[in-house]
């Protein structure tokens, strides 16, 4: 991993919503190719409204995962 990827993942880890555009600008092509490949290789129906529904639901996936994170970190740092 390059330095510019740690510092971009830092940042959306810290909220930066400057981080998050970047990385959702860097790696949203990435996504979509590989969850239509993953549902080509599955034989799944992949229309492009089943694709779009993954794909946003990835990025959702991440940021409710990041909140969780943080939400518990606080929680620990608070009971401390």
């Known amino acids: 991993m390059t330095e510019k990827e740690k510092s971009l ?15 959702v600008l860097q790696y949203s092509a990435l996504v979509y190719h590989t969850i239509r490949k993953t549902l080509a290789l599955h ?14 639901e990835f990025f959702l996936a991440i940021l409710r995962d990041n909140l969780k994170s943080s939400t518990n970190s606080e929680a620990r740092q608070g009971s401390s």
Do not use: P, R, S, V
């Not at 993942?9 to 990385?23: P, Q």
């Open 9 to 23: 993942l830092a940042g959306c880890i810290a909220g930066d919503k400057a981080a998050w555009d970047a990385f």
């Open 43 to 56: 034989h799944a129906k992949a229309n492009h409204e089943t694709i779009e529904d993954l794909y946003q």
